[in-house]
């Protein structure tokens, strides 16, 4: 059993950053395959960027390549988002998966542990 609290979300203008963390419980954290999905209103929930357990292989959605960013620390049972150059378009409630794939999965059916998400706001 793995729970994940996201933090770090929040107001931002455009062109600007925020860093979310998803701090996790339970000690098999550093074997899982980490997500992040967002979902805007209105909108199916749409991943963003997978990180492997190892941290080695690292899948971005195509409309964050080059301007977000994901890392985990595995003695701290934490995984980051760090996103730049914001957009309002990236505004969605964004939530962080545990998964026990070898691969790194696209699909949020692929994932078993879901927090309960943080709400970004990019202003234009």
């Known amino acids: 059993q793995v729970q994940l609290v996201e933090s770090g979300g929040g107001l931002v203008q455009a062109g600007g950053s925020l860093r979310l963390s998803c701090a996790a419980s339970g000690r098999r954290f550093s074997s899982y395959v980490m997500g992040w999905f967002r979902q805007a209103p209105g909108q199916e929930r749409e991943f963003v960027v997978g990180?492997?357990?190892?941290?080695?292989?690292?899948l971005f959605a195509d409309s964050v390549k080059g301007r977000f960013t994901i890392s985990r620390d595995n003695a701290k049972n934490t995984v980051y988002l760090q996103m730049n150059s914001l957009k309002p378009e990236d505004t969605a409630v964004y939530y962080c998966a545990a998964g026990s794939s070898v691969v790194v999965p696209t699909t949020w059916y692929d994932y078993t542990y879901w927090g309960q998400g943080t709400q970004v706001t990019v202003s234009s």
């Open positions: 990180i492997s357990w190892s941290g080695g292989s690292t």
